[in-house]
């Protein structure tokens, strides 16, 4: 989920010169509200998933690349990830047999946890991913935003606004720093005020943490859309990310990321009443 947040923040556009009239920052507020939503809904569909990678040296040359797809499906009662190819290609009896094994012991340790058990690990994962994306609730208002015109996606009309830094913005959380250096263009849905689409890019280098924690460098660039369910819901389908980043000052990654998820189901274990 880290990466699909990052894909949210990052792109490329033209200049913006006047504050941000309210009513248009107010629908950016909207539209991150909706998408802070997802992670919940995401957990009530199955669907199906694929993933790419790429690694460049320094020289900017390809050094590896893999690929890979999966399911998300229950199995005896829990949910889980099953891989379905790796590099192209199914996988081999040895990896299925592997793979196999985790799933069984995966589903038996979840079925010996109380309730109580599993509802302190949710709170614990929700509290920690809430902590460590708490820089993207700045989104709406380090930026400025133009309205750029209108398209239709999807057949649904959506308003295109362009941003970039709002002068004299001071970041609350140190790692919203990478608003300072970035600008971009989102579509929002003009009927239910939810991100459908994002393209971006850093303009030039930003540090975190003076550099201690890392640095995003200049040509960091990223996209990623969103599609509406039959059941009204609004989940990320497809995410695109390609970066220079350098980590605690020792590891330098050059990598380009995609993924992309298809055939959301609604999870027939949940109640409708539970779900929506």
């Known amino acids: 989920m880290v990466f699909m947040r990052i894909a949210l923040i990052l792109s490329l556009v033209c200049g913006i010169s006047a504050e941000t009239k309210p009513e248009i920052r107010g629908m950016v507020r909207k539209s991150l509200d909706g998408l802070n939503r997802e992670d919940q809904r995401k957990s009530d569909y199955l669907y199906d998933f694929s993933g790419a990678r790429r690694e460049f040296g320094s020289n900017g040359k390809l050094v590896k690349e893999s690929s890979w797809t999966s399911v998300r499906e229950i199995v005896d009662g829990i949910v889980i990830m099953r891989g379905t190819s790796e590099d192209g ?14 799933i069984r012991q995966y589903i038996a340790a979840q079925k010996a946890k109380t309730p109580e058990q599993k509802q302190t690990e949710r709170q614990a994962a929700r509290k920690k991913e809430k902590d460590e994306e708490a820089w993207i609730q700045e989104f709406p208002e380090a930026l400025d935003y133009k309205v750029a015109g209108e398209e239709v996606i999807n057949s649904r009309p959506a308003l295109v606004l362009d941003f970039e830094p709002r002068p004299g913005y001071r970041a609350k959380n140190m790692r919203a720093r990478i608003f300072e250096k970035m600008r971009g263009r989102i579509w929002i849905d003009k009927a239910e005020s939810e991100m459908v689409k994002t393209e971006a890019e850093m303009f030039d280098t930003v540090s975190i943490g003076f550099g201690v924690i890392g640095k995003i ?14 059941e009204g819901h609004w989940l990320i389908e497809d995410q695109w990310f390609k970066f220079n980043a350098r980590f605690m000052m020792v590891k330098t990654l050059h990598r380009e990321m995609m993924s992309r998820y298809t055939n959301f189901r609604p999870r027939p274990d949940l109640a409708r009443s539970a779900r929506f």
């Open 89 to 102: 290609k199914p996988l081999t009896p040895e990896r299925l047999a592997k793979q196999q094994e985790s």
């Open 217 to 230: 460098e200049k040509g960091t660039q990223m996209r990623f859309g969103r599609i509406r369910t039959g």
